[in-house]
């Protein structure tokens, strides 16, 4: 009993006990670490407790600001495209061609996927490598194939406007600079240096019909 005559676990629970801890790291800084964590190993390679590791943070802390890891992915993924792979999208808004705009992002991506300080190659490519996540897998390849999608409608679209041959072959073109973009961003990882993708780039570009020529 306290001086009053109350129990004293009565009066115990009368006083308010403090709130939960406020978030204690930069969320932002721990979601380019998780980005980077994905970008160099994959998503299936990358455990849970890699991630704690690289973001610093405890697993409840993860949890509590990102959900699972699928959803951390995600919010990686997105980030991603927003912050080191909209260059392709760049260039087919911005250039007048569609020859234009894959000399532009080949180019590019012969930079990107090279920059000192960052893990090689694109994350898109080889994120959902070995994966046994179905919707990773998809979701990645629906991204590779969107990003097609709209290279194959410029292409057509210079058809229509007489820019390119009336007999191109744009569902071809389109695939065959996705196939480049992809082998780029492989050889990257396995050490090609920037001149050496920038070479490629150039080579491919070869097979492209002159604007407004004959094909033959």
């Given at each position: ?79 991603y495209m927003a912050r080191y792979g909209s260059f392709a999208d760049r260039a087919l ?124």
């Amino acid at each position: 009993m306290d001086d009053a005559g109350a129990p004293r676990d009565v009066a115990r629970a009368a006083v308010p006990r403090p709130r939960g801890r406020p978030r204690s790291f930069d969320r932002e800084a721990a979601l380019e670490k998780a980005l980077l964590a994905f970008w160099e190993h994959g998503y299936e390679v990358t455990s849970v407790a890699d991630l704690t590791r690289a973001m610093d943070i405890g697993a409840p802390s993860l949890y509590a600001a990102f959900g699972d890891k699928r959803s951390l992915f995600d919010e990686a993924v997105a980030v991603y495209m927003a912050r080191y792979g909209s260059f392709a999208d760049r260039a087919l808004a911005e250039e007048p061609t569609a020859r234009a705009a894959v000399e532009r992002m080949l180019r590019e991506a012969a930079a990107a996927y090279t920059e000192p300080g960052r893990p090689r190659g694109s994350l898109v490519a080889h994120a959902a490598a070995n994966c046994s996540n179905a919707e990773v897998e998809r979701s990645l390849r629906e991204r590779r194939l969107a990003a097609l999608a709209a290279l194959e409608s410029r292409i057509r679209a210079d058809i229509d406007a007489g820019v390119l041959p009336a007999d191109t072959d744009a569902a071809a073109l389109a695939r065959h600079t996705g196939a480049v973009i992809q082998g780029m961003s492989q050889q990257a990882r396995d050490g090609a240096a920037r001149e050496a993708l920038e070479s490629l780039a150039r080579m491919s570009m070869t097979v492209w019909p002159r604007d407004g020529g004959p094909t033959g």
